[in-house]
């Protein structure tokens, strides 16, 4: 059901009817009177507001991408494994930006800021630049790998971090009957290597110290393994594989990392976070060695890059953008950088940033200072 008029008009009918079977009245007219106060705008609800969204120019597939720009096929398979298959089989198209975003930042290596509207595919202008590098680089690895932190993604909010987990499952996590899903591509192509992600946030089991609670992440296990059962058996009744992506995967192949002591031992190579978060991990012992072991991976050969993702950059203006502005110059420190290091990559997303010398400067002064 893709109509909002519809969709607002049925919940708004359901809700009348849960009134009138909760609270009758004895005299239908008495019911009547109280539907039409009801109905009355802003007794219950405001009235839909419906904005007009121009469809986006659509430019090129990625495999016409790939091949226009000289990158290996690869990149278009492992994408549409997860990331870009839908419901109808069709194959995406790159908009205008999309494609832009892609080329200047995976191939030309440019720092990107994107400034489109809502539902545009900004995230996807993100995405892209990373999951091409990480194609990239695991064409070297052997049987084993340098487990480094090479992405993270700066969320504001973690419901718009949990979001995001959904998505990556799609795109790096998925399985599929006829072999077609993210992880049976990395098995026949990659050795079975695994491009590992993780939330870390305050919601991530669990906190303190691994040997004292250690009960208690059991417990946690055991809860998500019933929780991923449950989505099974909903997604095979329903014949709907989208539900298994709202929970963790908790087969033993699976690449979301889900608890933090797994991810503080082996960094993952995409970490979801916030900027309170990360303040705390740069304070204490428990994560140092994410971030140790990202430094020397990225000292390891000058090619590595450190990806920052900062998503909805609008919302670090004033005293708080201050903060995390000099918040991230501390974890480019810790990682043996700079914001001018060739071995880092900005990659931001906004939809109410303006161009104009207000947004050029706010930009400047966040990312960069008048002595860097």
Known sequence: MNNPIKIFNDIFDAYIKYINSGLPFFREEYNQERNALIKEAGTICQPPIIEIVPKYHEKATLAEFCNTEGLSKELNDFVNTGLFVNNSQQERYLYDHQYEALKEAHINRKHIVVTTGTG??????????VIADLIAESKSWGKTRKRAMRTMILYPLNALAEDQMIRLRKALNSHKDDKTGALDWLDEHRSGH???????????PVSGIKDKVRGKLLEEKKLLQNEWKAAQEVAKENNNTELLYHVPCMESDSAEMWDRFSMQDNAPDIMITNYSMLNVMLMRNNEAEIFSNTRKWLEEDSSNIFHLVIDELHTYRGTAGTEVAYLLRVLLDRLGLNPNSPQVQFLASSASLEENEQSIDFLSEFFWSEQE
């Open 194 to 204: 695994r491009f590992y992600f993780g939330r870390y946030t305050g919601a991530t």
């Open 120 to 129: 545009s595919g900004k995230t996807e202008c993100f995405l892209l630049p």
